[in-house]
């Protein structure tokens, strides 16, 4: 079974981070609206899982980093 459990849609942006469940795994998800593409990563826990969520949406508040930052940030867990 899948499900959502949250999604952040940046109003004048183009992306949308959501987190959903998928079966005993978690996604954490960036859909970018002007690629149509996707970029995701699963987790084991929902608390990594968080983590990661709620540090691209606060990016995505404040205003930081590029957007291509964002998704390297989701797949590799790192920033150059």
Request: aromatic residues 14%; proline residues 0%; negative net charge.
């Given at each position: 079974?899948?499900?959502t459990i949250a999604t952040f849609d940046e109003v004048q942006g183009r992306l949308t ?64």
């Amino acid at each position: 079974m899948h499900y959502t459990i949250a999604t952040f849609d940046e109003v004048q942006g183009r992306l949308t981070v959501d987190i959903s469940k998928s079966g005993n795994e978690y996604v954490v998800g960036i859909w970018d609206k002007e690629e149509h593409a996707s970029t995701i990563k699963t987790f084991a826990d929902l608390q990594d899982a968080y983590k990661v969520f709620e540090k691209l949406v606060s990016w995505c508040v404040y205003g930081l980093y590029t957007d291509n930052q964002r998704k390297e940030f989701l797949l590799t867990g790192t920033m150059e």
